[in-house]
């Protein structure tokens, strides 16, 4: 009977961190951590925008119409 020891596959190789998945060429894992980075990232910005007072937005210039189209975008939208 085998133990678990014996059972358990050794790691060749260790686990890429985040850092190297970012390195990676644009094709494959590199493009599919960048692009749920960028997707995150137009997430949390329109509900910020959305978050603002009013004094804020007519201080960056910036009508209700305007947050509020913005804010309704999906996150993979531009």
């Known amino acids: 009977m085998s133990t ?6 050794p790691l060749s190789r260790s686990l890429p961190s985040l850092r190297e998945l970012v390195a990676l060429p644009a094709t494959g894992m590199g493009r599919i951590v960048r692009t749920a980075g960028l997707w995150y990232r ?4 329109r509900r910020a925008l959305a978050a603002l007072p009013d004094y804020l937005l007519k201080d960056i210039g910036l009508s209700d119409a305007d947050v509020w189209a913005e804010s309704r975008k999906w996150f993979w939208q531009e």
């Open 42 to 45: 137009r997430h949390n910005e």
């Open 4 to 9: 678990i020891r014996e059972l358990s596959l």
